[in-house]
């Protein structure tokens, strides 16, 4: 099966050369690791509960059309509990400032974050734009207006 390609203008801010570029790090990977910018002399440390904006080092345009899903890392949520405040977070394609990924530390133990470290992944999805059609009724279902955990699983 071949897969789509698409392309994404980026652009390092200043002082960030050394970081990596979002890259995916398998071949089958879905999503691309972002990287933190945190200074390398001064890492971030989140304390039990806490959270924080951290940089990538980077900008993009997303294609119009698309955006871009930011997302937690399973492996920093099963081995640390620090995960994503809005995950998956979005980003529009007419965002133009720097990415940046809102972490929260629900483990035990504060959790630092070093410069270059793995934060979070990004896939890049199409949307398309909805427009809604009012209607009296809507179709029936089988589920009907059942939710909540109505079907007791």
Same mark, same amino acid.
Request: charged letters at 25%; a negative charge.
């Given at each position: 099966m071949t897969t789509q390609t698409i392309k994404v203008p980026i652009?390092?801010? =200043?002082?960030?050369?050394?970081? =990596?570029? =979002?890259?995916?790090?398998?071949?089958?990977a879905a999503g691309m690791d972002l990287h933190a910018a945190v200074p390398s002399d001064s890492p971030l440390t989140l304390a039990p509960g806490a959270f924080a904006?951290?940089?990538?080092?980077?900008?993009?345009?997303?294609?119009?059309?698309?955006?871009?899903?930011?997302?937690?890392?399973?492996?920093?949520?099963?081995?640390h509990g620090v995960t994503m405040v809005n995950g998956p977070g979005t980003i529009d394609a007419d965002y133009r400032g720097e990415v940046k990924v809102p972490l929260i530390n629900l483990g035990p133990? =504060?959790?630092?974050?070093?410069?270059?470290?793995?934060?979070?992944?990004?896939?890049?999805?199409?949307?398309?734009?909805?427009?809604?059609?009012?209607?009296?009724?809507?179709?029936?279902?089988?589920?009907?207006?059942?939710?909540?955990?109505?079907t007791g699983r």
């Open positions: 652009r390092r801010l =200043p002082g960030q050369d050394d970081l =990596p570029l =979002p890259d995916y790090q398998t071949e089958h904006l951290v940089p990538c080092g980077f900008a993009m345009a997303v294609p119009v059309g698309y955006e871009a899903q930011v997302r937690p890392r399973s492996g920093l949520a099963a081995k133990q =504060p959790f630092t974050i070093d410069r270059a470290m793995r934060i979070a992944q990004m896939i890049i999805k199409p949307v398309p734009r909805t427009q809604w059609v009012e209607v009296d009724d809507l179709p029936d279902t089988a589920r009907g207006e059942g939710g909540f955990g109505h």
